[in-house]
C-alpha cells in the first residue's frame, strides 16, 4: 500500500531522511508525536531571545543587559510551554537550564557586534517548487551589507562540528541560499553558522556550482522518497544516533515492530 508523500522538503528532512529512513517516516508520514527534549527547548528559548533582541531593539540599544531582559522575557512565556513543563525540571534544573541559555546569548556577542547588523529578515519563512519538488525553509536571520550583498545566518545552541562534520552541517544554509536564488533571485554572497557554543562561526560562500548541487542532492532525496512511499519501504539505519531516538521501541533494528504506529486502514464495506 502506497504511503502519502510530504506536503515539501526541508533541510531538517532531508537530513532526516538520509540519516533514517524509517524514523522519517515514523515523524514525517505517520506523524507520531516524539517527547519534547532540553537541547530542543534551550534552542527554543536562546532563538526567541536573539530574535527579540535584534526585532525590538533598534540599532545602537542592542547591548547584553538589553538581552538579558529579552532572555527573561523568553523563559517567562515559555515557563507555561507544554514542551517545558513536559521534562518536568525541578528548580535546580530550571535554573541550569536559563544559566546555560545566559551563557550561550552572552557568547554570541563575542561573535558579532549586534548593533552593526542590517537584518533584511528575521525567522524568514521561504518556499518555492523546483524542479517539481516543493522545498520550504525557515531562515533564522537575512542581512544585507553596505553594498547590498545578502548574508543568511543560521544559530546553532550544540556542540560545534568536527572539521570532517562541517560540510555536512553547512548542507542546511546552502539549501537556504539555493531557496533565496529562487525565491529572491539573488545569490547570497555567504552563509554563517554561529555557535554560540564555541563560541565559532563557520562561513562559506555560496557558488553556482555548489548551489546545482544541493539543487541535485535534494532531487535524488525526493525521489527516494518517492520510492520509499510507493513500495512502503522505509528501512532503520542504525547508527550511533538510535540511542536518542525516540522511535527505537518501534525499530526492528533493535526488536520492534513499526505495525502498531500505523494507524488502521479503513476498508470500504469492510
Not at 504511503?3 to 515514523?26: I, Q
Not at 540599544?61 to 531582559?69: F, K, Q, Y
Not at 529579552?70 to 514542551?83: G, I
Not at 548542507?171 to 555557535?195: D, E
Request: proline content about 9%; some cysteine; overall charge negative.
Amino acid at each position: 500500500m502506497a504511503l502519502p508523500l510530504p506536503r515539501s522538503l526541508s533541510p531538517s528532512k532531508v537530513g532526516a531522511f538520509t540519516t533514517c529512513p524509517l524514523a522519517f517516516r515514523f515523524a514525517t508520514i505517520d506523524r507520531l508525536p516524539e517527547p519534547p527534549t532540553r537541547p530542543a527547548v534551550l534552542g527554543t528559548l536562546v532563538h526567541r531571545t536573539l530574535e527579540g533582541l535584534l526585532w525590538n531593539h533598534p540599532s545602537g540599544h542592542r547591548s547584553v543587559d538589553v538581552a538579558d531582559a529579552e532572555l527573561d522575557d523568553a523563559f517567562t512565556e515559555l515557563a507555561a510551554d507544554a514542551e517545558l513543563l513536559a521534562l518536568a525540571l525541578d528548580r535546580d534544573g530550571v535554573d541550569a537550564l536559563r544559566n546555560e541559555a545566559r551563557m550561550l546569548v552572552a557568547n554570541y556577542f563575542t561573535l558579532e557586534d549586534p548593533n552593526s547588523i542590517a537584518d533584511v529578515a528575521i525567522e524568514m519563512t521561504l518556499e518555492a517548487v523546483v524542479d517539481g519538488v516543493r522545498l520550504r525553509g525557515i531562515l533564522d536571520r537575512l542581512d544585507i551589507g553596505p553594498t547590498g550583498e545578502l548574508s543568511i545566518v543560521d544559530y546553532k545552541t550544540g556542540k560545534v562540528p568536527s572539521d570532517s562534520a562541517v560540510s555536512g552541517r553547512l548542507a542546511g544554509v546552502q539549501f537556504y541560499a539555493m531557496l533565496c536564488q529562487h525565491v529572491l533571485h539573488l545569490r547570497p554572497a555567504r552563509v554563517r553558522l554561529l555557535y554560540l557554543r564555541g563560541p565559532t562561526v563557520i562561513e562559506a560562500v555560496p557558488t553556482d556550482q555548489e548551489l546545482t548541487g544541493v539543487t541535485r542532492r535534494t532531487g535524488a532525496v525526493w525521489a527516494a522518497i518517492e520510492r520509499a512511499c510507493e513500495h512502503d519501504d522505509f528501512r532503520p539505519r542504525p547508527s550511533a544516533l538510535c540511542s536518542w531516538c525516540s522511535f527505537r521501541p518501534l525499530c526492528p533494528a533493535h526488536g520492534g515492530d513499526p505495525r502498531p504506529a500505523r494507524p488502521p486502514v479503513d476498508v470500504p464495506g469492510g
